[in-house]
């Protein structure tokens, strides 16, 4: 029972282009959202959150966005640089209980010069 | 600061060994998780304490995994006896406060023939 999912196993685009990553889940008690970028042979690194009560999070060239009647997010990353090429995580958490976080099998981001 | 610490970070084992995993939470961090990356399952949590008492173990896949944290700078991960199905990367993250991200350590890679 897969509770985040993300479809895409792999992205390419253009460097200086908008890359869009998705993802979808199924728990609607999830209520707090992040995205992780990994690197080969390191470990995941934090890149940006949305809570539920919002549908727009901007930090710099990346903005989450949120749906929640249709249980989607998106992470857009404008414009792409090459080393923005990654593995990138959609993991999602409810409020209260459990601090766990449920990770997507991740979409594999590869930006071209 | 150093990061979360992880040793060692690569283990080739035989199947029917013990294996001990080591981890070194952010210093002041009081959350403590222990992930598994699988190519089928993604990155799945086993096991997360909180003050050094664990919280939620539902993850561990049976009674050969056992995890412990015996102080706020230090925890394992031991798997005995070894199977090769059990060969991963491992990941230790700390974090200090609830939906705060989570800090992942570099990860140890697992291999048992």
């Known amino acids: 029972d897969q509770q985040v999912k993300q479809n895409s196993p792999s992205l390419s685009v253009q460097e200086g282009r908008i890359s869009i990553l998705n993802c979808d889940y199924t728990?609607?008690?999830?209520?707090?959202f992040l995205w992780y970028k990994k690197y080969p042979a390191e470990g995941p690194t934090f890149l940006i959150s949305i809570s539920s009560i919002k549908d727009k999070n901007e930090d710099g060239r990346f903005t989450v966005f949120l749906n929640k009647s249709a249980k989607h997010l998106s992470l857009h990353i404008v414009p792409s640089q090459p080393g923005d090429s990654a593995v990138y995580f959609c993991a999602a958490k409810t409020q209260g209980g459990s601090e766990k976080l449920v990770f997507g099998k991740g979409t594999k981001l590869t930006v071209n010069p | 600061d150093a990061g979360v610490i992880q040793s060692p970070r690569h283990e080739v084992t035989e199947m029917g060994q013990e294996v001990t995993l080591r981890c070194k939470p952010i210093?002041?961090?009081?959350?403590l998780f222990w992930y598994r990356q699988t190519m089928m399952r993604g990155l799945e949590l086993l096991i997360y304490f909180n003050n050094n008492v664990p919280i939620d173990d539902s993850g561990m896949p049976e009674d050969r995994f056992s995890a412990k944290m015996p102080n706020a700078s230090f925890s394992t991960l031991k798997i005995q006896p070894s199977e090769p199905r059990d060969s991963a990367v491992y990941f230790c993250a700390s974090t200090t406060k609830p939906y705060g991200e989570q800090y992942f350590g570099p990860g140890t890679r697992l291999t048992v023939t």
């Open positions: 210093s002041g961090h009081d959350y």
């Open positions: 728990n609607s008690m999830f209520d707090y």
